[in-house]
């Protein structure tokens, strides 16, 4: 397949940071993004942990531990697509699994009265209605024994959770007592904004745990452009958040 590759530089709080772009030449969906973009995010990711050890201070989040995949995780409808698509690519066996995990989450957050809330809700990334669903105690159905099964495909969102306050508080989460790691930008809400134009449905968020349900209720031919023109859309938007801003 022929590519096109491009170096790139951005400065994420000053630090300039060099990317090697590479895409295939021709025209695909919008998720030719999320490489660059899950590649951006380490790196956001690998300067804001630099500041927090040279502040005195470390992540406490572990493999293993699991506590925020109890969360609500506002994802984007390009990324819920995706996701869904993953799943439908995977062996029957397993992709039997996951479905079936997805409908039983359906079925409790019905059950629980907020299915349809949440379907239709574009700030379920509140943290009032966030503590409410993580009380209900029902986990993300790609985690299995503590751990995302599909840690390299996980979310942007789920990238940018990071904490330094004890890791015991993560199971009982308040406004107060969780310290999140800054990266300065969040990758998702930039994702959500530059895709929001090509969407048809005006929902800025769905959530991970009922995508299924809403890619079923929300049906769209994507669009379909050059990748190149994809890149030229969020590159010019990167960089003027970097002129907005002085860095990313």
Not at 99 to 104: G, M, P, R, T, V
Not at 181 to 197: E, G, K, T
Request: glycine fraction near 4%; hydrophobic fraction near 40%.
């Amino acid at each position: 397949m022929k590519t096109i590759t491009a170096d790139v530089t951005l400065a994420i709080a000053g630090t300039p940071i060099d990317i090697k772009i590479s895409v295939p030449n021709k025209k695909t969906k919008s998720d030719v993004l999320l490489p660059f973009l899950r590649n951006l995010t380490q790196k956001a990711e690998d300067l804001a942990v630099a500041q927090v050890v040279a502040k005195g201070e470390k992540v406490s989040c572990k493999k293993g531990c699991g506590a925020c995949c109890n969360q609500l995780v506002p994802i984007t409808q390009l990324e819920a697509r995706y996701l869904v698509a993953l799943v439908e690519r995977m062996p029957k066996a397993r992709q039997q699994k996951y479905k079936a995990q997805f409908l039983e989450t359906y079925q409790r957050l019905e059950q629980a009265g907020i299915s349809e809330q949440l379907m239709a809700h574009d700030s379920i990334d509140n943290i009032e209605f966030g503590l409410k669903y993580f009380h209900l105690g029902i986990p993300c159905p790609f985690l299995e024994g503590g751990s995302c099964s599909i840690h390299p495909e996980r979310p942007l969102r789920c990238r940018e959770y990071l904490v330094t306050s004890p890791a015991s508080n993560c199971s009982n989460p308040t406004e107060g007592n969780i310290r999140r790691v800054d990266y300065r930008i969040s990758m998702s809400r930039f994702l959500a904004a530059i895709i929001q134009p090509w969407t048809k449905y005006p929902h800025k968020w769905v959530p991970l745990s009922l995508i299924f349900s809403w890619v079923e209720r929300h049906p769209e031919v994507p669009t379909i452009r050059h990748s190149k023109e994809w890149f030229d859309d969020a590159l010019k938007a990167l960089s003027q958040k970097a002129a907005d801003k002085d860095n990313l």
